[in-house]
Nanobody, 126 residues
Framework: QVQLVESGGGLVQTGGSLRLSCAASGRTFSYRAMGWFRQAPGKEREFVAAITWSGGRTYYTDSAKGRFTISRDNAKNTVFLQMNNLEHEDTGVYYC???????????????????WGQGTQVTVSS
């Protein structure tokens, strides 16, 4: 079992930055790929970024490329999402997720992730 707790959300102006953290419990964190998803008001949850279990590969949705960076510290059971040059459209609840299987590739689909955090609110004011 993996429990995930996000933090670092908040209110920021357009062009600002935030760093989200996701702390994981359990001893299998370093075996699982991790992802960040977000849900804007009135919209479905969408993929933002993913990182492999080793941290060797990352993948981003087009709107996040060049602005967001996903990283992980397996020694601290934590995954991060550094968000720069934030836009109003980045507003939403951000969720981290852990894949259901070990040593999987980069996942962009929700059904590849079996463990989810409770989410952290990011609000970008224009």
């Amino acid at each position: 079992q993996v429990q995930l707790v996000e933090s670092g959300g908040g209110l920021v102006q357009t062009g600002g930055s935030l760093r989200l953290s996701c702390a994981a419990s359990g001893r299998t964190f370093s075996y699982r790929a991790m992802g960040w998803f977000r849900q804007a008001p009135g919209k479905e949850r969408e993929f933002v970024a993913a990182i492999t279990w080793s941290g060797g590969r990352t993948y981003y949705t087009d709107s996040a490329k060049g602005r967001f960076t996903i990283s992980r510290d397996n020694a601290k059971n934590t995954v991060f999402l550094q968000m720069n040059n934030l836009e109003h459209e980045d507003t939403g609840v951000y969720y981290c997720a852990a894949t259901s299987t070990f040593f999987s590739g980069l996942g962009t689909m929700e059904n590849e992730y079996g463990y989810w955090g409770q989410g952290t609110q990011v609000t970008v004011s224009s």
